[in-house]
């Protein structure tokens, strides 16, 4: 039986998982910089230790809710083809080891942006552990009225 080790975070009420391998780090909030006239996901650019990271609101980025404004978010720092990018979740979870038979493909029924960026879901015994795709919710449209900023790259 093979097993996958995922670090897991909750968004809105959603318990989401990434490969732990992709994680570099956690951390907690950090002051950021706004982008004028970048997609409403891209909440800022942050320094860390003296790096420029691009900062991808998840609750923007899957359609939820923003969180109350008293309300900081906590940074998974991930590793992506074009750098290092922070993920802006509520709460930090767990390292998880879960069977990949136990992986199941997201239903017909699930549309929008979580369709193409919820990879599948893993059925555990307290709650339903959706598989993130990294590289696709780093990668950000362009916001409505064509700006130049097409991504998340880092700077």
Do not use: C, W
């Amino acid at each position: 039986m093979s097993a996958a080790q995922l670090s897991t975070f909750s968004v809105a009420g959603h318990l989401f998982g990434v490969e732990v391998t992709v994680v570099q780090e956690v951390i907690r909030y950090q002051p950021m910089t706004r982008v004028p006239l970048a997609p409403a996901a891209l909440a800022g650019l942050i320094n860390l230790r003296g790096q420029v990271i691009t900062a991808v609101d998840l609750r923007r980025r899957l359609g939820f809710p923003d969180r109350a404004a008293d309300e900081l978010p906590m940074d998974v720092i991930v590793r992506t083809g074009d750098g290092l990018v922070s993920l802006l979740v509520d709460r930090i979870g767990d390292v998880v080891e879960v069977a990949e038979e136990a992986f199941e493909e997201p239903p017909e029924t699930l549309q929008g942006i979580a369709r193409e960026l919820i990879r599948g879901a893993y059925k555990l015994d307290h709650a339903l552990l959706l598989s993130l795709d990294v590289q696709g919710a780093v990668h950000l449209p362009p916001p409505s009225g064509g700006s130049g900023i097409s991504g998340a790259a880092p700077m």
